[in-house]
């Protein structure tokens, strides 16, 4: 990202620590919250980048690790999991030199809460951290104020058009905040919006600066960090000052979960059922919420810790946001693009949100769960299982369907088989009386102990929790739910591998005349029962009916992925992969079918 218009004052800064990079390659750039660290930083990736061949830029989300293994490689695979996608962006961060230079910004913890930070300070590149920890084991470059008041008066003017003709009283609030860069921004902010007169403002802050203790010592908070409590109070009365509205008040609120990357305005404005942006703009304009030319927005640090305080999010007032990520989550087919800001947000709620309505917040946790398995993000799916058991510990909380949806999440993680069986069989056990409540629970939980035992070399088992999944979905009128498509689709699936390929075919015949009854026969659920028939059909070396069923399926992956024309792609290559010695033919096949 490149540095703010109004970014001036810092050559001195600039030269020093192109030198400190020179000499030492790693650099912690450290200062306290709102001094203008993440600006010199990119002012300096923009003033010297003719000086390396590659700048790579990481915003820090709270560990090292997940950060890189989701930095974007243009030749990562779409199919590589977690682990394969770490293993290769680390690689090849290994093998650059000292002509290469990664920014990782807002590093805002000790050395021991992030024990990658060892492995990636081996890497041979200059890398240069932004930080309010103290990291002083390491080199570090401490940013100071901006002692020179011509300087911030310039960077007032920029943003409050009266400026000249206050001069006098503008510079004595410069000195009333300690010259500190984000409070002088906001006040000239609140100035030209004329919420206050220069004089006005003045006094304020002489009122708030004089009750405070003058010292303004550096106060070491838990967590390693510094700040300076006078600045604080700043920010805080500049706060006040703007009296928002009500509707302001809750979004700011909300914004507090928000990673420090930030998201599109238009994204979080449909989360919160906004119907434009015009009170978002409005927040913009004061200075509290931070916007870049990609019109990503974020919450300055300062701010959301003042947010925090001031508004106190909780479940039930934070219902909307927590509702709308839900949807999301449980849009069956349907792939957001900004699944990882969904998975951080989701992160930050637990961490921050006040749990005031228990019975909500287990429904949410349980919830996005699933969609975090869907990409395999671990990070989160972890978070999710240690808040349910902390939350379930005591038996006058939570029913018996969380107590075996927590053991389910906790089978998805096990890599060892029996041990994974086992947590579903527990979890089974959870659930006395099959009800119309709990009965698609219960149902998912037999697919899934079937799909272990399946795995695992016990067929009878496998057949027999299989079909109990599928007459349970059958019993209670479900098997019109997206949750038959996987398990049925898995049944036949077992039944070919177990040469009954006729039951199976059939089966999914009845599935797709369901889908086609109560949805259509052009969605993705119909298209992916039609590529599993066709795979039954390859599988049996029946190529005309298996070319009809995955022309089908290829019809409406087309039309559904119009604009991603490389999932396409990835689905011949999935048929090529699973059976090279036809499965080529036919995907060139249904390529020159469909573009004909």
Request: net charge negative; aromatic share 10%; with cysteine.
């Amino acid at each position: 990202p490149k540095p703010c218009r109004h970014f001036i004052g810092r050559d001195k800064e600039l030269e020093e620590l192109y030198t400190m990079l020179e000499e030492n390659r790693h650099v912690f750039l450290c200062g306290i919250s709102g001094i203008g660290k993440s600006e010199l930083a990119k002012a300096y990736a923009k003033h010297y980048k003719k000086y390396y061949t590659n700048i790579l830029y990481v915003e820090y989300t709270g560990d090292l690790h997940q950060d890189i293994t989701d930095m974007d490689f243009i030749d990562d695979p779409p199919e590589i999991n977690e682990q394969e996608r770490f293993q290769r962006h680390n690689r090849f961060l290994r093998s650059l030199k000292s002509d290469t230079l990664l920014i990782i910004d807002n590093f805002n913890v000790t050395a021991t809460q992030d024990s990658f930070l060892s492995v990636v300070l081996k890497y041979r590149c200059q890398i240069l951290f932004t930080t309010r920890s103290n990291l002083n084991e390491y080199c570090t470059f401490q940013l100071k104020e901006i002692k020179d008041i011509n300087i911030l008066f310039q960077l007032t003017s920029a943003f409050y058009s009266e400026a000249d003709k206050y001069r006098s009283t503008v510079e004595k609030i410069i000195e009333t905040v300690h010259y500190h860069t984000f409070a002088v921004e906001l006040a000239a902010k609140l100035l030209e919006n004329g919420i206050s007169t220069p004089g006005q403002l003045l006094a304020r802050l002489q009122e708030e600066r004089a009750s405070l203790d003058n010292e303004d010592k550096i106060k070491i908070i838990k967590d390693g960090q510094s700040s300076k409590a006078t600045y604080y109070s700043h920010i805080h009365t500049l706060f006040s000052l703007y009296a928002l509205s009500r509707k302001q008040q809750d979004i700011m609120c909300n914004l507090c979960f928000l990673p420090y990357t930030g998201i599109s305005a238009r994204i979080f404005a449909k989360w919160l059922e906004l119907p434009t942006l015009n009170e978002i703009n409005d927040l913009i304009e004061t200075g509290f919420v931070q916007t870049t030319t990609r019109h990503t927005i974020s919450l300055h640090p300062m701010i959301k810790e003042i947010a925090l305080s001031e508004t106190k999010p909780s479940v039930s007032s934070c219902h909307i946001l927590l509702d709308s990520l839900q949807k999301i989550c449980l849009m069956h087919g349907i792939e957001v693009d900004y699944y990882k800001k969904l998975f951080q947000t989701a992160g930050n709620i637990i961490e921050l949100i006040e749990k005031d309505d228990i019975p909500k917040y287990l429904l949410f946790l349980e919830n996005v769960f699933p969609y975090m398995d869907n990409y395999n993000y671990q990070k989160g799916m972890k978070e999710i299982i240690q808040e349910l058991k902390n939350f379930l510990k005591p038996k006058d909380i939570g029913t018996d369907s969380d107590r075996a949806l927590l053991l389910d999440f906790q089978a998805t993680l096990e890599t060892k088989p029996e041990k994974a069986i086992k947590l579903e069989e527990d979890a089974l056990a959870q659930i006395e009386n099959i009800t119309a409540d709990n009965a698609r629970l219960v149902s998912n939980l037999h697919a899934n102990l079937g799909g272990l035992y399946r795995m695992n070399g016990h067929p009878d088992l496998a057949r027999e929790h299989m079909e109990k999944s599928i007459s349970l979905l059958d019993q209670f009128n479900l098997l019109h739910i997206n949750d038959s498509i996987p398990q049925i689709a898995n049944y036949a699936m077992f039944l070919t591998e177990q040469q009954e390929p006729e039951r199976g075919i059939s089966e999914l015949q009845k599935l797709s005349g369901i889908i086609k009854e109560y949805h259509s026969d052009d969605c993705l659920d119909y298209a992916k029962v039609q590529e599993t028939l066709g795979t039954i059909y390859l599988m049996t070396a029946n190529l005309p009916q298996a070319k009809t069923h995955f022309k089908r399926a290829f019809k409406i992956y087309e039309k559904i992925w119009a604009d991603e024309p490389e999932m396409i792609e990835a689905k011949y290559q999935e048929i090529q992969e699973l059976y090279p010695q036809i499965g080529f033919c036919i995907g060139k096949n249904l390529s020159g079918l469909l573009t004909k």
